[in-house]
């Protein structure tokens, strides 16, 4: 769905796109507070729900490799803002979604 509202067309997914996203799956399972299915899955939502926050650079990757190879930089681009407020804010956003703070 992500790939269909940004770019128009549906997602193509191989081997190597598929165990990127089984490595994206562990690493929020193991950061995230809620370690469920559900819990990873409203994080990986929340990063797309987010994703206007990431910059226009890795904004533009949005293959399963590419956010896999990033994640860590995108959850800190979307936890911190340009300015304390916007911080303060993304902070509060990452603990409602369930993801600890680093």
Known sequence: AF?????GVGA???MYEMAALEEIIAYLKKNATDKSNHGVLSAWRFIFLKWDRVGAFI????????????????LDK???????????????DLYKQGLKEQ
């Open 3 to 7: 790939c269909r509202q940004t770019i």
């Open 12 to 14: 193509k997914v191989d």
């Open 59 to 74: 904004g533009k990757q949005k293959s399963l490799s590419q956010i896999n190879k990033n994640l860590v930089e995108i």
């Open 78 to 92: 979307i936890r911190n803002g340009h300015d304390k407020k916007s911080a303060a804010k993304n902070s509060r």
